[in-house]
């Protein structure tokens, strides 16, 4: 048996201002040909899970390319057609199943759709492809990602703790398929909910019943997977929003059935899928009251992970403002400041105008710096390898990595972009996280693979950027309306 092994995965904000190009894969992760098994065999990754498979049933396994990015703007052309055809050239070249890692809300300037696209062309190589595709549980799922693949199925984790597991199910069915042991059927769906992913921690409610509800689906006798997706609400695209999928042994019927209540009750739960805010000054404020740490401090609003610039000050300009002692601060994204830093040297005194390198045109916003002055504590290459629950065994990049210590603050300060969802954020540059009052966080819901085993609190902070939850600042053009809560459906 010939297996082609690959991964393609992005998720794209549309409203983001970081562009996405070839280099920001190679940033995160892009390996080409056997590279891409050897960066992925042994990982936590369904990439990994699904060499793990190939490699058990003695499969000739084919990878032509394995590329990740952080989320950002959507996908140059130029660069998703080189991924794309590296993965349509292994297909032509015959196989015997294709097992794809990616995302779910892929756009690129030329495709609203990146993942139905790939797949529909994959499809008009050979029709009848068998074809496996795991999605993050921020997919914005289509029609056409599911007309054109055999068994597709998507995470039931935020933070995304279950990657492996996932790819080893629909990779297990997929390849069950080709060997006539069972036979995929799909029934999907969606509604018009843009559920924010502030609030798609599957730790709380709304979403921890209604996942258990998706792992009670997925028990049923005939149902081979079943999958709830949050959606992915930054991306203004006619699909975006909440979706489930259910696949059957054979039995349509019976992944219709299991599908239509998964939907229902997402819809029931649609209020609690909205932000609450708080004002900034008033979070800050209650923070600085709370001394047993270490306290989490998100600034959710300029989150990596969905998009977000990484050196938005607004949020680290309060906290200095108003005086909180002992906080550490991972990232901000600033090459130059961590040129400045190595320039001075460890121990050096520097006044930075750190961060705000950005403008973010969709929220008509210019980057504004902060001038700070501190100590340069650490120098390094930002290189680390995840131990905790999430990505556990990839390799980091943060690119050159310095820390600045204002002596209230210690500042993470990165190269490349870098969501902390992982302590070794922190530990790499010799800061024990877990000794600090406060952790300000540029995350959402990430944070808690690592961070919440030390959390004693949780303070989201409300501040700029183009990962906000407020949707009064974002001019959505292209999604389908209605759509709640844009539009308020059903709504007294
Ligand atoms: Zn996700």
New binding site residues.
């Given amino acids: 048996m010939r297996v082609v092994i690959a991964m393609m995965k992005h998720?794209t904000n549309t409203f983001s201002p970081v562009p996405t190009d070839w280099r920001r894969f190679e940033e995160w992760g892009l390996y080409v040909g056997r590279a891409a098994a050897r960066a992925y065999r042994g990982t936590a990754m369904p990439m990994g899970a699904y060499l793990e498979l190939a490699e058990a049933l003695g499969a000739e396994i084919v990878t032509p390319i394995a590329a990740e990015a952080m989320p950002s703007g959507p996908v140059a052309e130029a660069t998703y057609e080189r991924m794309a055809g590296a993965i349509l050239a292994a297909v032509a070249a015959g196989c015997d199943a294709v097992l794809l890692d990616l995302h779910g809300a892929m756009v690129a300037e030329h495709v609203a759709d990146g993942e139905g696209e790939l797949l529909r062309r994959l499809r008009a190589i050979r029709p009848d492809l068998p074809i496996a595709v795991t999605c993050?549980?921020?997919a914005n799922l289509t029609g056409a990602m599911v007309d054109n693949c055999t068994a597709l199925i998507g995470y039931k984790t935020?933070p995304?703790v279950d990657m492996y597991q996932v790819g080893r199910q629909i990779g297990r069915i997929v390849l069950d398929a080709v060997e006539g042991k069972c036979r995929p059927v799909m029934a999907w769906g969606r509604i018009p909910l843009l559920s924010q992913t502030l609030r798609q921690g599957t730790d709380d409610e709304p979403m921890k019943s209604l996942i258990a509800a998706t792992r009670a689906a997925e028990a049923a006798p005939g149902i081979l997977a079943a999958t709830l997706f949050g959606g992915f609400p930054l991306a203004d695209i006619a699909a975006a929003g909440m979706s489930a999928i259910v696949v059957a042994d054979g039995d349509r019927g019976a992944a219709e059935a299991a599908r239509d209540p998964l939907l229902a009750a997402a819809w029931a739960a649609r209020r609690d899928f909205i932000y609450d805010h708080e004002p900034l000054g008033q979070a800050v404020a209650r923070a600085r009251e709370m001394t047993d740490g270490p306290i989490l401090l998100l600034d959710h609003a300029d989150n990596v992970g969905s998009g977000g610039s990484e050196d938005v000050m607004t949020v680290l300009g309060e906290v200095i403002a108003q005086e909180l002692e002992d906080v550490a601060v991972a990232a901000i994204w600033d090459p130059a400041a961590v040129a400045q830093m190595a320039r001075a040297g460890v121990g050096a005194e520097v006044t930075l105008e750190l961060g705000g390198k950005t403008d973010m045109p969709a929220l008509g916003l210019a980057g504004a710096p902060l001038t700070v002055t501190g100590r340069v504590k650490v120098l390094s290459d930002g290189t680390w390898t995840v131990h905790g629950p999430m990505y556990t065994g990839v390799t980091v990049h943060m690119g050159p990595t310095a820390v600045l210590d204002t002596g209230r603050v210690e500042i993470v300060v990165v190269s490349r972009h870098h969501e902390p969802w992982d302590t070794g954020v922190f530990t790499s540059v010799g800061i024990q996280p877990a000794r600090k009052r406060y952790l300000l966080l540029k995350s959402r819901i990430h944070y808690r693979a690592g961070f919440a085993p030390l959390a004693k609190a949780t303070i989201p902070l409300d501040g700029e950027g183009v990962t906000t939850s407020d949707n009064r600042l974002l001019d959505y053009r292209n999604v389908r309306r209605p759509i709640f809560p844009l539009d308020r459906i059903n709504e007294p």
């Fill in positions: 998720e993050d549980l921020h935020y995304h």
